[in-house]
């Protein structure tokens, strides 16, 4: 092999070594950026969440069951023990008229777990309920899944049971 020939050929080597380098260290930046802004829209969507929560709480203490209702999906599905699915807000509404009664709650957010792409998030609470006497109305779990819906989050699925 000629002096030239190995030169260009050690040329060729380094730079591709250095080309290897670079490519991977952008890999390992554009990494990092991604972590940084998943842990960001994490952030940012569990304060929309807890914000969203805490307005559905307000409607509640306001015995406001139009703005109860707003907060959720057109076609959700609430679950609860030992009753059929009901899906659709029509059906919601006819089992929300205990937001008309007078009684003491307490919601405390467990959890809130939204998806990679923010689009779901998964909220457990704890919820208890009772009237001024100290009658419990209810004392159990919920389950939000809350849906992306253009800028908003909208409660799609509710599920709850008693402790």
């Avoid at 699915?85 to 509404?93: D, L, N, P, S």
Wanted: some cysteine; overall charge negative; aromatic content about 8%.
């Amino acid at each position: 092999m000629s002096p030239v020939t190995a030169c260009l050929l050690a040329l060729l080597t380094v730079g591709f070594l250095v080309v290897e380098h670079n490519a991977q260290r952008i890999q390992e930046v554009e990494a990092d950026v991604m972590a940084v802004e998943e842990a960001e829209r994490g952030t940012s969507v569990s304060d929309k969440i807890t914000q969203l929560t805490q307005d559905m709480e307000t409607c509640v203490d306001n015995e406001d069951r139009d703005c109860f209702m707003a907060f959720f999906d057109d076609n959700i599905r609430i679950m609860r023990e030992h009753q059929p699915v009901q899906i659709g807000k029509t059906e919601a509404r006819k089992h929300t008229k205990w937001i008309l009664h007078d009684f003491d709650a307490t919601l405390e957010i467990k959890e809130i777990t939204p998806s990679t792409d923010g689009s779901i998030v998964v909220e457990r609470l704890e919820l208890t309920m009772q009237f001024p006497n100290g009658t419990f109305i209810f004392n159990g779990k919920l389950l939000f899944v809350w849906k992306k819906v253009i800028n908003d989050y909208k409660v799609y699925i509710d599920i709850s049971n008693d402790n």
